[in-house]
């Protein structure tokens, strides 16, 4: 049997019109603004008109550590709500957008897979409604602004500057860059470089701010430096807050399309999910639960990171509760976590399934500390034998954890449905009882070490005398009551990425932390953090093409 | 009296539905893909329907050397399609698209102004369709590449990259910058430097491509740097022309926007009028010839440089033959170029204005040249005084040179039913016949001699030394049978700005050769050239902002 390509699956869907699509979730068409006929995005005066309707239920589709077999968190949360319709419920997708640099090298898009599809998926992972663009434009010109500053005689004083520069692409090359070489004898020559767009901390303040309004009182609050009294330098102080929110009028305003089964998804904000929080916009997520009976949204990385910030920066920011959190996994990244190679998987191997479930049950364990009601979604395989899938459903029965099997990326809603019918069932009978894991006013390292020994198992943490210095920096000038914005590998519970299944007797070592005030959270970084990936050695540029009559073929 | 801004005139009007404006010249709903209800992209499947009609007449705007009294050369394009179309014949404006730099810095945008603009204005000089970001996507993709290239093991040898990186903003810290730096410990760190999106040799690309096709053909030829054995290294080499059309797919459909009086208008492509032929595309200008009778185009800086290019360049490329030039001036700016400082421009000088009109003179003769009947527009402002008007025409008058005055700021369309008067007349009366002033398969020594005698009126031009040897590779390589396209000050008929008027007795300096093998064409420069603009001291930005209704200001 041969598998189609998920750009194949997507070509042969024609998508309905957007207005109907609209329509079909409540959104009026004066509410809309097209780009095209099956993009839009949504007027926020929406708001105002729902303002007294009652929210919906909120869905976190979360996962494992991720291993190289794959998980299919995006193509699970897109399967559960097409299931969710399917079975005779109103259910929306709020999912984050791609960016180009892994498109043009070695990730491909975020759309889904299989029948678990957003479309139209070229549009989605190329230049979409143009948000990524904007936030790239927004985020460069107050780079250009700040090193006009200093040209122009340096006003503010500004002494250092921590704002980099930004590229929506994978460019190594631009990690690290000497500018301003060629103005004044290179007499304010200085080491700069670039994230990638999504690492902006304007990126996670789009994901995080509730209206304009919050938008550019966040804008203002950016830190781009220190002054020679080494006061923080913001947006706000260089007057460019207006300038940056005309920027970024549209990127604000989510974004309508469509699954493969036309359940409306809004496609809205792509923060990365080391140096920021990871989860689509919040206005987004807000705007499903006001259409839908059941917004289905999902979080970067495993749930240690993932589901962890989801709760603690963005549903403490939002004031939102999730009703239902959905914990995917796969046999196949299961055996991983037991130490079966990639290589391997094809081979039946129950021992190390079961060597490996104690993953997922730590995830599992971590949903119940946040109070959150959970199931847990196995992924299908057509290689997952008989003998597995028994000793999995074993364990959860004996354990007694809810859990379903799917194969939406194989047959789309219907594959989803066990899943979606167990989902309905648990909002139905049990509560949510939601709380964030710590609380924001308490101090840097009560909040780190919170974190490192509830959600991933740690002993505690151990700072460098830098982070210390920070800390006492941060406390004088009165940042450290804000939440945290843990960065660490994603593919273990712990800050060693070889570490797998569910590691004990470690600490957490914090190396670094960033201030990102108009996000409104500290970044701790443990190990080292990539905030501009670079190319492989085959990128998938060298494989995308587009025929005379415009079809686009390589994209994934 | 006092006058509204441009941005309170253009959101005082009421844009009609887009599909009403493309209705209303021909372009059928399907071939739009609409962005918003007031903007659309027009897909390239057009040409094909419309194979068989008869072209339209095609009219340039150019103007004489500009001066900081301002000639509104844009004003005059939309104004003059206005009353086109208020004298009841069917015209449509042909015109570039703004970059975001300038709109942020200092320039503002490129929308007209007064009762002669495009709109939505707001959103032409922001992010409009995407076009300059999809630009710099391709551009910047093609340097992430190539370093990843280098990094990999560098297959194809590349010696030196002469490729830079833009960005679509002013910003002179990255005129010049040390890239690499953090791989290899920096043995592969290089100098490198970013231009301005409109400057991308992709941008002249997208303006001067038939077709797609002929879009991949000429990406593939860009040069990017030369190999061990000194060979050019083509985007061709480096097998990405498939992925940068993906990218460039969207860029390349021309875009349907509308004046105050609802007058279509194709507004795409902008490309820098120094480094490159500052025209707009070849595909727009082309398409306003299939769908109306009068398509009014216009060209970069003023006829010496703009029209000269837009000649020589675009229509020799695209094989269009324009049928009148309408050549604008200011009694304002011809005093400058009589010598009165702008300080005292308010004062009457007819003795000034004799002296500045040989300025004007030298640009008609030259239109006189190509061999396209030519009208003089002189753009009206209130502080002209009756004498120095009546100065004005009775020159005219005496050379017979066709004049028309135009109030279009003021009076939109109605101000400029004169000159479309005259200028349908003329059309009706006097046959083109255009050609270009140079053969392009002449040596690049009397190609350049030609454009300095003919056009500047110098004695010849001197080349550096470093240009003869560049000429003697061009010749051995055989790029030396391309047009020039020729990067000298504005402000002068010379090579010096300082000297204003109908300069004469003076050679033009060649000072460097660059090859722009996909756009087709040899750079030759005069003097410094600027691919980067900076910042002034007090950028637009400080005064750009939005308020809670969505209501933008300080755009102009």
Redesign the interface.
């Known amino acids: 049997m041969t598998y189609k390509s998920d750009i194949e699956i997507a070509q042969a869907v024609a998508p309905s019109d957007i207005r109907e699509i609209a329509d079909s979730c409540g959104v009026e068409t004066n509410e809309l ?5 099956n993009k839009a995005k949504i007027s926020l005066d929406i708001f105002k008109r729902l303002e007294h309707k009652t929210d919906g239920k909120l869905i976190l589709v979360t996962a494992i550590n991720p291993t190289p077999a794959g998980e299919g968190k995006s193509t699970v949360t897109i399967g559960l709500a097409q299931a969710l319709n399917k079975i005779g419920k109103q259910a929306i997708v709020a999912m984050r957008e791609p960016s ?1 640099g892994p498109v ?1 090298g070695m990730k491909g898009g975020a759309a889904g897979g299989g029948y678990a599809q957003v479309i139209p998926m ?1 549009d989605l992972n ?2 979409f409604t ?1 948000d990524m ?2 936030i ?2 927004a985020h ?2 107050v ?3 700040i ?2 500053h200093i ?2 005689g340096n006003e503010l004083g500004i002494d250092h500057v921590t704002w980099k520069r930004v ?17 004044h004898n290179g007499r ?1 020559a200085r080491n ?2 670039f994230d990638i767009t999504v690492a902006s901390e304007i990126m996670a303040i789009i994901c995080l701010a509730s209206d ?2 919050d938008l550019k009182t966040r804008l203002g609050r950016i830190i781009i430096g220190f002054d020679y009294q080494q006061k923080p330098v913001t947006v706000a102080d260089l ?2 807050v ?2 940056l ?3 970024l ?2 990127a604000l305003k989510p974004n309508l399309i469509q699954t493969l089964e036309h359940t409306p998804a809004l496609v809205h904000g792509g923060p990365f999910a080391n140096i920021a929080h990871g989860c689509n916009s919040v206005i987004a997520t807000r705007l499903g639960m006001k259409l839908a009976d059941y917004t289905v949204t999902e979080a970067g990385f495993g749930a240690d990171l993932g589901a962890e910030k989801f709760f603690d920066i963005k549903c403490r920011a939002a004031g939102l509760k999730p009703d239902a959190v959905v914990v995917v996994a796969t046999i196949r990244a299961l055996k991983m976590h037991g130490g079966v190679e990639k290589a391997e998987l094809g081979n039946e191997n129950v021992d190390a399934l079961l060597a490996g479930i104690p993953n997922l049950e730590k995830h599992v364990e971590n949903m119940q500390a946040f109070g959150v009601p959970y199931v847990i979604a196995i992924n299908k395989f057509v290689a997952d034998t008989d003998n597995e899938v028994a000793a999995l459903l074993e364990w959860a029965k004996a354990k007694g954890h809810p859990i379903a099997l799917t194969e939406v990326w194989e047959h789309g809603g219907a594959g989803g449905v066990e899943l979606a019918e167990q989902v309905v069932e648990l909002i139905a009978k049990t509560p949510s009882h939601f709380a964030p894991i710590y609380d924001a006013d308490a101090s840097i390292v009560d909040k780190l070490t919170t974190i490192a020994k509830t959600v991933y198992g740690a002993d505690g943490v151990r700072l460098t005398k830098a982070v210390e210095r920070q800390i006492a920096e941060y406390e004088r000038l009165g940042f450290d009551r804000l939440p945290i914005c843990m960065a660490k590998t994603q593919y273990s519970l712990s800050d060693n990425a070889k570490l797998l299944g569910r590691p004990q007797g470690f600490e957490i070592h914090i190396r670094e932390l960033r201030i990102s005030n108009g996000a409104g959270f500290i970044v701790a970084l443990t190990g080292a953090v990539m905030t501009m990936p ?2 492989p ?1 085959h ?4 494989d ?3 025929d ?1 009559d ?1 079809v ?1 073929k ?2 994934f």
């Open positions: 603004e097209l780009y095209g006929y180009l043009m070229e190329l230049h143009g663009h904007a790239t434009t460069n010109s780079s250009a602004f090193d006009n040209f122009q590229v929506d692409l994978n460019d190594r090359a631009l990690r690290q860059a000497v500018v301003a070489l060629s103005d304010h700069d470089g304009m309004t007057g460019i207006g300038a929110a005309v920027i009028k549209d670079g190319l050695k990128p998938a540029m060298l995308i093409d587009i005379e415009g686009v390589g994209l």
